[in-house]
Every structure is written in C-alpha cells, then in structure tokens.
C-alpha cells in the first residue's frame, strides 16, 4: 500500500490566492483527518470526516477555509483567501477499523 | 490550561543513554494514550500506544501511563542515532476520534 499521499509537498502562494490542497486516504479507511502544524501551536485537527461525511469541523480556524471529501479516496482542504498566517504544514491522515491514524507526508504551505 | 501539556524543549543526548519523556493532561475523559515519532519533514507515525495504567513495553521503547496523576512517560533504552527524532504525546476519551497531542519533543542522538 502507498500510505497516504498528498499533493501538493510544497506550495508557495502569495496572500489573497486560492489554495487547494489534496489527499488520497489509504485503500478502505473510513476515516479522514485534516491537520495544521505549527511551531507555536503544535498539531491542531481541522476538521474529520466519517465514510465522505464532515463529522467535526470545530477545528476549522474561519470561513476562509473549506474541506470536501466527494468519495472515498479523495479529499480537498481550501484557503480562499489565503494570509500569511496561514502558513503552516498540513497532514491529512486516515484511519480504518484500528485506532490508528497513518499520517501523510504532509504540504508546506508558505503564504508571502 | 491547555488540555496536554508537553516541554517542547529540545533534548540532546549521547548515543546509548536513556531518553525520558513526558506529558501531563487536564481531561480526566482520556483513555487512550499515544507516543508518535516524527522524522523531519514526514508524518507523525504510531511509536506506542496504550489504553491503561501501567508500563507497555516495545523493544527499547516503555511507555508508562499514570492516570491518577494525569502523566504518561516514554522512555528510549540504549538510544541510537536513528532515534533522533520530534516524539508528540497524543491522547482520547473514550468513542471520541478526536486526538489531542503535545507539542512535541525534539530529541538528537548524538553519535
């Protein structure tokens, strides 16, 4: 199995831009975490999803940011408009019948 | 008060030692104890994980877990290199897929 993958590994946008970035959870996991990892704040959930449905989304900083999962193998988390402080590393990970979460390698998203 | 509490300071040790490390929490809920291990630029992976109090061991790993004092500890016998790493304590209740982690300890083995 190829693990979690996510694109893009690095991203570097300037403040305003759209940014989208993109998971593929392992084969038959029904679970999906979205994370932000930060220096100061460590790691933080975003949001979760359950069999494609927003089970929490507390984590979510504001409205400017957006999480979809269309089907099982697909998730997308959005920042639109996108700020400097918004510059983080983002893991998503995912989760079968096992407590286990299996991190993906992460995007690093820098914002000017 | 956050919910868990990790020294984030890093740690450097020589190789062969014994690495400690340890969290404490404030949510009596949590039930489920977790050490991840993080390689620079990669993902958190699963190192240990435990559900009661008491020692777990795992080849050079031991994760202990005290919950009448809300405290877990990892500890790394005859540390090597290859364990220099950032280690994050997570945790949860009980049904509850939300995990709350530490900020993370940076450990160096120094050859």
């Known amino acids: 199995d190829a693990g979690v993958i996510q694109s893009p590994r690095h991203e570097v946008t300037e403040m305003g831009q759209e940014v989208t970035l993109r998971c593929k959870p392992i084969?038959?996991?029904?679970?999906l975490f979205w994370y932000r990892q930060t220096m100061m704040r460590g790691l933080e959930l975003l949001i979760y999803?359950?069999?494609?449905?927003?089970?929490?989304d507390s984590g979510m900083p504001e409205d400017r940011f957006s999480a979809k999962m269309p089907n099982a193998s697909f998730s997308t988390l959005k920042i639109q408009p996108s700020e400097p402080r918004d510059s983080a590393v983002y893991f998503c990970a995912s989760r079968g019948a096992t407590d286990t979460q299996y991190f993906g390698p992460g995007t690093r998203l820098t914002v000017l | 008060q956050k919910e868990v509490e990790q020294d984030p300071g890093p740690l450097s040790v020589p190789e062969g030692a014994i690495v400690s490390l340890n969290c404490t929490y404030s949510n009596s809920a949590f039930q489920y104890f977790m050490w991840y291990r993080q390689y620079s630029r990669k993902g958190p992976e699963l190192l240990m994980y435990?559900?009661?109090?008491g020692n777990k061991e795992d080849g050079r790993f031991t994760a202990q877990v005290d919950k009448s004092s809300k405290y877990i500890s990892l500890f790394i016998r005859d540390s090597q290199p290859s364990d220099s790493a950032t280690y994050l304590c997570a945790m949860s209740g009980y049904g509850n897929n939300r995990l709350a982690f530490g900020k993370g300890n940076q450990v160096v083995v120094i050859p």
């Open positions: 999803f359950n069999n494609n449905v927003p089970i929490d």
């Open positions: 435990t559900y009661s109090s």
């Open positions: 084969s038959g996991h029904d679970y």
